[in-house]
């Protein structure tokens, strides 16, 4: 995929410089722009794919690295690796790129992110597409992932690094390849100072949820899924074999949503890339209904 965004800046209320890659949009007529919004451990390099995909159908895209991810800066109290602040951090970029409303995706945590923005200024979001995340989480996803965050690893080498997210992610992408895990691993590593492999985030990111211990585990964002439906446009992306939404969550949030548009994509966990041929399949039809 060609490299076709530019570096793009912006300062957090407490003084971080935070990172997006920002893609033009192709011409046409204007639309809003779309911010991509990542998971827990993951940066603005899991919208490789799609984000070049929706700029050229003519809107422009920012996919975030969140603080502590990516590019961003840490920070320097642990305790703001929260939602709430997140959602402070995207109003920041709102106000600074002069953006009034757009579009969100956000997958795993980016959709809790899209949440608590729908609490905060909800008249920012004009649709959203929320992938693999819903109002409440099944346990065993999230246990899965606090197991994981935040842990050192030891990837001397390129192939550690692709043999490490195999293992992490393979229950989520039971088809990927050889070069795909290697593909993988160069999303979620960088390159350190000795040259050797090392995870692309501050690890410092799990201190808010091994602080809150148990009660991490049940965050209670109903009233939040609710503010964000209310009169808008939303598609909910599953994976099939997703530990995190499960079927029944994702049942109940269309029960209570009953307009939301809803994909689920087959053999994959959680949570898809967006880039499948079915998630590809809702989401340009989807966008193409909003302004």
Not at 94 to 118: K, N, Y
Not at 132 to 153: F, H, M, N, T, W
Not at 219 to 240: A, C, E, S
């Amino acid at each position: 995929m060609s490299q076709s965004f530019v570096d793009r800046r912006w300062t957090s209320a407490d003084g971080l410089s935070l990172y997006a890659r920002d893609y033009a949009p192709a011409g046409g007529p204007a639309k809003l722009p779309v911010i991509c919004i990542h998971g827990l451990t993951r940066n603005s390099k899991d919208f490789e794919v799609i984000a070049p995909l929706i700029a050229q159908s003519g809107r422009r895209v920012l996919a975030i690295d969140v603080r502590g991810r990516g590019l961003s800066d840490e920070a320097q109290d642990p305790m703001t690796y929260q939602p709430a602040t997140y959602a402070q951090d995207v109003l920041a970029l709102l106000a600074q790129t002069g953006i009034e409303r757009a579009v969100f995706v956000g997958t795993s945590m980016g959709g809790l992110i899209t949440m608590a923005l729908a609490a905060i200024r909800s008249k920012v979001i004009a649709g959203a597409i929320i992938n693999d995340v819903g109002p409440e989480v099944a346990k065993e996803g999230l246990a899965r992932i606090a197991a994981y965050s935040g842990q050192p690893v030891d990837t001397p080498t390129w192939a550690d690094a692709a043999a490490y997210a195999k293992r992490i992610n393979a229950v989520a992408f039971p088809r990927y390849t050889d070069a795909d895990w290697d593909a993988f691993a160069r999303r979620i590593f960088r390159e350190g100072t000795e040259g050797a492999p090392v995870l692309n985030y501050d690890p410092d990111i799990a201190v808010p949820i091994k602080a809150a211990g148990a009660k991490a585990l049940v965050p209670n964002l109903w009233p939040m899924f609710g503010r964000l439906t209310r009169g808008r446009q939303v598609l909910l992306v599953r994976g099939q074999t997703s530990d995190l939404l499960s079927e029944s969550i994702a049942a109940k949030m269309r029960k209570r949503a009953p307009k939301m548009d809803f994909v689920e994509v087959p053999g994959v966990g959680h949570a898809p890339m967006l880039d499948e041929p079915e998630a590809r399949a809702a989401i340009f039809p989807f966008l193409n209904e909003l302004p």
